[in-house]
Structure formats: C-alpha cells, structure tokens
C-alpha cells in the first residue's frame, strides 16, 4: 500500500487546489474582456454607442461577465441587441440624438450598473433572488427602451402619465397605448430569456420578472411626469431635458429637480424593477 503524503506532497496539493480557483477567475476575466471588448466595438464602428459609451460598455460587460457568467451575458447582449434594433428603427423619423451618435457612457452606466452591482452579489452571496433582481433589473430598462423608440412612431401624440394632457413627442412622462403595450412586450422578452438561460427560474420568478419591468416602466413615466428637469428656450420656444438648447441658448428649467437628469432617472428605473421583482421572488 502506498504511504501517507508527505509534509511536500500536501503542500503542493494545496497549493494547487488554491490555484484552480484563481485561473478560472482570469480566465473568465480574458474572456469577458475579449467579448465584451468585441461587443462594444462593434457597437461602436455601427454607432450604437459613443467611443465613451464603447468603453462602459467594456467595463461593465465585463463585470457581468465575470460575475453573472455566460447566461446573464448572453440576456443582457440580447436585450441590447433588440434594443438597438427598435432604435435604429425608422430612427430619422424620431429626432433624438442617440439615433444618431449613439448612447454615451452616462447611458450606459444609468441603464447597467445595477445588473452590475446584482451580478456581484450573485457571485458573492449565491441566492436565487437576486437572478430575479437582475432580470427585474434588465427587464425594467428594455421595456423603457422599447416604450420609448416604438412610442415615438405611435399615430396618436403622447399623454402626460399624471394628468392625461396631450404632449409633444419625445416629451418626459408622456405615455401612448403602443408604447405601453411596447414596454409591456420588452418586459416580457428579457423575463422569457430569463426562464430560458437562469436555472433555477420558477414560475413566482417569472411573474417577478414582468412585475418588475413593468414596474420599472410606469416608475419611468411617473419621474419623467414629475421630478426629472425640464427646460425650455426662451429663444425658439423647445422643450428639452438639457439646459442647453439645440439652437444655441441657454434654456430655463420650468419644473423638476435639477440633479434629476434622464440618466438618473434610468438609474432609478432599474432599480425599481429589481426591487419589485426581489419582493415577489422572495
């Protein structure tokens, strides 16, 4: 029969068992820097991000990457993906500038650092709510972007969420039943490739996934309605959610919070989606 191990022989055991762990980490590093690295120049040489919106992209891909693994990634690229597509969508038709220049880093970090930060705490703490959270999360901020970029083609103008009156397009806070029933699909989108890639995903987990989106959504409007800022240019007379106008002039804020700009209100927006959907899930 064999001896026992020596003192060198389970020092070496040791040593290489700690090992293992740590190469499986910088290899899920390289490859998340690889991918995500891809995506976002990609993205970036289609103009769908800014060379700034290009580097977030890199950084927090690569943090869910890491810490949520291949199937939260593979959501998340999803979501983006069809997101991008409805913006792009008959984009001339719309007026806003990202269907131009494509979403910034401010973007960027407002619509992901949440999935981020709840891919961290899958990693650390292993507990199937926070999956929910996270879908809630990306759920949230699809339904915001599909609301939006089909919204803005609905033959009916938009109504303000809080008092029913008809606003221009593109207006914060105005909502229209085809943009609704938009958001209610990108919803449902993000929480089906939920049941589909995170395991385990019960049935309450999937009710918490289109709660939490569709919370998200209406939290949106509701902020867009009420605290987010709002200018207008005492030059040409355009509303907008920046001080300054297109035309040149500084612009006067006639409502809202002057910190409550759209990113942050994004950033909330997502956090209301996991927050509903980590109440239902737990």
């Excluded at 397009?169 to 929480?191: D, H, K, Q, W």
């Excluded at 209406?218 to 200018?231: K, N």
């Excluded at 959610?241 to 002057?258: K, N, P, V, W």
Aim: overall charge positive; hydrophobic content about 50%; proline content about 4%.
């Amino acid at each position: 029969m064999p001896g026992a191990p020596n003192a060198h022989e389970r020092r070496a055991s040791e040593g290489t068992a700690c090992a293992a762990p740590e190469s499986r980490v910088v290899i899920q590093l390289v490859l998340g820097l690889v991918l995500a690295g891809g995506i976002a120049l990609a993205a970036s040489r289609l103009k769908l991000l800014t060379p700034d919106g290009a580097l977030a992209a890199l950084v927090v891909g690569t943090i869910i990457f890491v810490a949520g693994g291949f199937p939260l990634s593979l959501i998340l690229v999803l979501a983006f993906a069809t997101s991008s597509l409805l913006t792009r969508y008959r984009g001339g038709e719309k007026g806003q500038p990202e269907h131009r220049l494509g979403r910034s880093a401010s973007q960027v970090l407002a619509n992901g650092s949440v999935l981020a930060v709840l891919a961290v705490g899958h990693a650390l703490l292993n507990r199937p709510w926070i999956l929910s959270a996270a879908v809630g999360a990306l759920a949230a901020s699809t339904a915001d972007t599909w609301a939006t970029e089909l919204g803005l083609l609905s033959p009916r103008p938009p109504r303000l969420i809080t008092t029913g009156a008809v606003v221009e397009r593109g207006r914060s806070g105005g909502i229209t039943l085809l943009g609704t029933l938009s958001g209610l699909a990108g919803a449902l989108f993000v929480t089906l490739l939920g049941r589909i890639f995170l395991d385990p995903f019960a049935a309450l987990e999937l009710l918490a996934g289109i709660i939490g989106g569709t919370g998200g959504l209406f939290a949106d409007s509701i902020l867009g309605a009420t605290l987010q800022a709002a200018y207008i240019c005492p030059e040409c007379g355009r509303w907008g959610e920046t001080a300054t106008c297109t035309c040149g002039q500084m612009r006067r804020r006639i409502r809202g919070l002057r910190w409550m700009t759209n990113d942050t209100v994004n950033l909330l927006t997502t956090m209301v989606g996991a927050a509903a959907a980590t109440l239902l899930a737990m």
